[in-house]
């Protein structure tokens, strides 16, 4: 089920339970305006121990490496926690800044939702 | 990847000249015009892409580091259509100027990227995605990045 009512519709666009997973939906344009919204949200799902935390990145248009760390910072709590991290959907103009920073090989990345939650 | 002397004197007619405030509210401002203005210059779709996160990038850390967090001081963006180089080959070249704290500019480097951990990457993002790029301390106060990418 998603709730999206309650979360700024700018970046954070829905967090969903999809078995032992917690999908997280993000969409728009991440920079430094957004990265502690996006920090805090991550923070609250840490508080549900999840085994497997999707993040959806379909809509997200730009990510400057603001985004980027708060991710590199969620995969380091995942690791630290037994979670996985399982990033979906990246775009090209996205993926890029993975590749500059030469992060693409850390991560967990699927093309679709259905592949990240069935592996 | 320093711009010699002779070549930072070479663009003094600003064609496109933009001013924000050190507040990431506005960094969608800046994006939107380096995006057209790439566009316009004849860039594909992605390399007008990556050109627009090298001027986040440089946004964010004059904001963080220029001028200690957001604030209302200003930050001027200028761009311009320009011939560069030995080949004199059309490029883009975009400066950076702020107000804020001088430092030296040998100091301002990438970090390690081998190190895994979160911040740090924006030299390392603007180094890998321009031609060129020239940190140095303003007349008066600030910092100016001057940065060149070639058209083609």
Known sequence: MTDASSYPKDIIRGVRHEGQAIVLELGGEIDMKCFIELKNKFKELYQKKPQILVVNMTQVQFMDSSGLATLVGALKWCRQNGSKLKLVGLVQRVRSVFEICRLESIFQIYDSEAEALSQ | ?152
Request: with cysteine.
């Open chain 2, 1 to 152: 990847m320093n711009i010699d002397t002779k070549e930072k004197e070479s663009s003094t007619n600003t064609q496109i000249e933009l001013r924000i405030c050190a507040n990431p509210d506005y960094l969608c401002v800046a994006r939107t015009a380096v995006r057209q203005v790439a566009q316009a210059f004849g860039f594909s779709e992605d390399k007008g892409e990556s050109i627009t996160l090298a001027v986040v990038e440089a946004l964010t850390n004059v904001i963080r580091h220029s001028y200690d967090g957001p604030c209302d001081k200003p930050i001027i963006v200028k761009l311009n259509k320009i011939n560069y180089g030995n080949e004199n080959k059309p490029a883009l070249e975009i400066v950076i100027r702020d107000f804020g704290k001088q430092v030296d500019p040998e100091s301002i480097k990438g970090r390690d990227l081998a190190d895994i951990r979160p911040g740090g990457v924006g030299v390392h993002v603007i180094n890998s995605v321009m031609d060129e790029i020239d940190f140095s301390r303003a007349d008066d106060c600030g910092m100016q990045l001057r940065m060149v990418k070639y058209i083609n």
